[in-house]
């Protein structure tokens, strides 16, 4: 099972940034995917999801109206695109799978939003 984040960075407050999650190792049309992130001195936190078809989301109230989770099961990705960023979205996020019991994470990729 591989889950592989990128798309993170440097980023000035006010900007935007896609992240995306390349699975692989497992049948991904059939799992929920998440994005979660961890700042330092602060525990992991849910910031997305989305079921395995698609068809519903879910998201902390910090990010609402911000950030935008979707998947693309014929690629097996999914992404998070994240507008409006501001300092404390700074953070490592982190890919999730889950079904049934079963979770698998990314390696995270770090997101920086400073001027």
């Known amino acids: 099972v591989q889950l592989v984040e990128s798309g993170g960075g440097l980023v000035q407050p006010g900007g935007s940034l896609r992240l995306s999650c390349s699975a692989a190792g497992f049948t991904f049309s059939t799992y929920g995917m998440s994005w979660y992130r961890q700042a330092p001195g602060k525990e992991r936190e849910l910031v997305a999801g989305i079921t395995s078809g698609g068809g519903r989301t879910n998201y902390a109230e910090s990010v609402k109206g911000r950030f935008t989770i979707s998947r693309d099961n014929a690629k097996n990705t999914v992404y998070l695109q994240m507008n409006s960023l501001k300092p404390d979205d700074t953070a490592v996020y982190y890919c999730?799978?889950?079904?049934?019991?079963?979770?698998?994470w990314g390696q995270g990729t770090q997101v920086t939003v400073s001027s």
């Open positions: 999730n799978a889950h079904f049934l019991g079963r979770n698998y």
